[in-house]
């Protein structure tokens, strides 16, 4: 494995199909944009449509001969997570999966199907998007899961018994509990491939602290101080580099951790990294039967 990952370091993938979720913007634009340029399809999953069609015209601008295509998905909406996954179960292949797309601090708000937004959007909706296509993965010789965490993880702890924020709504904790969600599934759904003879592996991921889109709903007084601050941190290009060595570094065999090597994993090459999170397995097992049944996506169940 090189010393340090980046977009070079990305092998052939001539042959594969890969979805990326948000892929029409941030590290998810930068990721899919790398692997159309090594040969593989790559399905761009997001919201819109206008953006989406904006984002593979950009990538074709760099690569004329990129297979791309469009599939509308909401992680906000269980139904929409199941149209993208018929679609998705309906190509030739699937390869690689990378539950790339997140919020992060937005004003209070539910789901359609009731979900405190940052828990549906950034676990809920990908947990459910991956049981739905792991039949599918498991046809692929080498099938491969990314799901991309954060440092937030660090700080972060399950709220069991207020899953929603009923009785009150702090952002940065919620999303520091959806990231650490992402993280927690991420190593149990590994443990769960592997127990059921899976071939498919999940791998973690995170950025750093990249400089995208997901710092829009930062206060007035954070975004003072971001131009000197960014200078410290990752590109979208940058912190897409973890994210590829997940997907594709072919030494991984799946449970690993993928971030940034510089500045405390807050930039630079991907590397292999320990995380600092704090959850027990009980958590893990819990996690996943709530997850199931918010989600009504059931699957692995007896790997556990």
């Not at 996954?85 to 292949?93: C, D, E, F, S």
Request: aromatic share 8%; proline share 5%; hydrophobic share 40%.
């Amino acid at each position: 494995m090189p010393k340090g990952f980046t977009d070079k370091d990305v092998p052939n993938m001539a042959g594969k199909v890969a979805v990326v979720t948000g892929s029409n913007t941030g590290l998810g634009f930068e990721a899919a944009k790398v692997l159309a340029g090594r040969g593989a399809e790559v399905v761009v999953a997001c919201r819109s449509k206008d953006k989406a069609e904006a984002a593979m015209a950009q990538i074709r601008q760099e690569h004329s001969n990129a297979l791309l295509k469009y599939v509308p998905l909401d992680l906000g909406s269980l139904s929409s997570v199941k149209e993208a996954a018929a679609q998705i179960n309906a190509l030739p292949r699937l390869d690689l999966l990378i539950n790339n797309a997140g919020i992060m601090i937005p004003p209070y708000e539910l789901t359609a199907d009731g979900f405190e937004s940052q828990f549906g959007v950034n676990h809920l909706g990908p947990f459910a998007l991956t049981g739905l296509l792991l039949d599918k993965l498991n046809e692929a010789p080498a099938g491969r899961i990314v799901n991309t965490s954060s440092l937030a993880a660090n700080k972060g702890r399950f709220l069991f018994d207020d899953i929603n924020a009923e009785t009150g709504y702090d952002a940065m904790e919620r999303y520091s509990m959806s990231k650490l969600a992402n993280l927690a599934f991420s190593n149990e759904l590994d443990k769960r491939l592997k127990a059921s003879g899976s071939k498919c592996v999940s791998i973690a991921c995170h950025p750093g602290i990249a400089t995208t889109e997901l710092s829009r709903h930062f206060p007035w007084w954070v975004m003072l101080g971001a131009p000197l601050f960014w200078l410290l941190c990752n590109s979208p290009k940058q912190g897409a580099w973890p994210t590829l060595m997940a997907a594709t570094d072919p030494s991984l065999q799946g449970g690993e951790f993928c971030g940034p090597s510089k500045r405390k994993q807050m930039a630079g090459p991907g590397v292999l990294v320990k995380a600092s999170a704090n959850y027990s397995q009980a958590d893990a097992n819990k996690l996943w039967d709530l997850s199931a049944e918010l989600t009504g996506i059931d699957y692995l169940r007896n790997a556990g």
